[in-house]
């Protein structure tokens, strides 16, 4: 009897270790599907014993760009703020650059977005007068600071202007000399019509170079003129210790976060593993069923297995 009970039960267990196996691969494949979304974090800033960095040095760098004299920069800054600070920190800087004037400072760009229901990613963007463009961005973090937030990255970006208006100016001079002199020899008159027709359409190609080049020294003295300024905004809670009246904010949170993630896990496995361990269930009740027993004795019965063993 156990080694036709065996015989019955090899095609089911067979059955249910490749589904089984099946579900593992495609779980698998689900898998790293998922770990393509994970968002790389922010860097921890803490000191190396351990304990929380001051304000002063979570602020960044204080290092004064020259002024170079011909040089148009740009300047980038990224702050990490509670999502639920980002618009009233958003406002404030606004606000900072009307009160300054139009002459002095331009919003130029703003966005604001909101991701599932509790996450905030935001910029904006200005147009600064170059004399004031470094204490408009240290004012800026000192006001993120205040939200407890906290200065991520910042980047000063020099372009040589005034190097390429010179060139445009020298190529602008020979340009005007050379026709200056096509247009004293139209005057002079005393050419055949072909002559002329060339001498025409080489001062008309003479003005356009000449425009072209009043656009590109136009552009560079706009650069010079106003600093592009971005902030760029994303949430989060600040840094622990940092801005925060409980230190141990951040381990909390830490700890939070692993637990959600183990019973996430728990449950992935009890979802992935439980339609399994019934379906085995389902198959040993049935074979100690009565209409297993049934099927058992007419496998015994009706198997060559068991004719041959008879004859013996």
């Not at 803490?46 to 760098?61: K, L, N, T």
């Not at 060339?198 to 003129?225: I, K, M, P, V, W």
Request: charged fraction near 25%.
């Amino acid at each position: 009897m156990k080694r036709h009970v065996f015989v019955l039960a090899t095609p089911l267990i067979a059955t249910t270790i490749l589904l089984a196996a099946c579900s593992e691969d495609r779980s698998a494949g689900s898998g790293q599907t998922q770990s393509m979304d994970v968002r790389e974090e922010a860097p921890m800033v803490e000191m190396a014993a351990g304990e929380p960095m001051s304000a002063d040095a979570v602020a960044g760098p204080n290092v004064r760009v020259s002024a170079a004299p011909g040089v148009a920069f740009n300047y980038r800054y990224a702050f990490r703020v509670p999502d639920a600070k980002i618009a009233a920190v958003q406002e404030e800087h606004a606000a900072a650059c009307e009160t300054l004037g139009l002459s002095r400072c331009r919003i130029t760009g703003m966005r604001y977005s909101l991701i599932d229901e509790d996450e905030v990613t935001a910029s904006l963007a200005f147009k600064l007068d170059p004399s004031i463009a470094r204490k408009f961005g240290k004012d800026a973090i000192a006001s993120v600071e205040k939200a407890k937030g906290i200065l991520v990255d910042s980047q000063i970006q020099g372009v040589e202007v005034g190097s390429g208006i010179s060139a445009s100016q020298r190529r602008s001079s020979d340009l005007q000399a050379e026709l200056t002199r096509i247009e004293a020899r139209l005057k002079a008159g005393g050419m055949g019509d072909r002559e002329r027709t060339e001498l025409q359409e080489q001062a008309r190609r003479l003005r356009e170079q000449l425009d072209g080049e009043r656009d590109t020294r136009r552009s560079g003295e706009e650069q010079l003129a106003t600093t592009p300024m971005e902030f760029s905004y994303s949430g989060g809670e600040g840094i622990p210790g940092f801005g925060s009246g409980n230190p141990f904010a951040g381990a909390w949170e830490t700890a939070i976060a692993s637990f959600v993630t183990m019973a996430s896990f728990l449950l992935l496995l009890i979802g992935g593993g439980l339609p399994w361990v019934l379906l085995g269930a389902l198959v040993l009740w049935l074979l100690r069923s009565p209409l297993g027993a049934g099927l058992r004795r007419w496998w015994g019965k009706n198997t060559p297995l068991n004719d041959a063993v008879v004859k013996e």
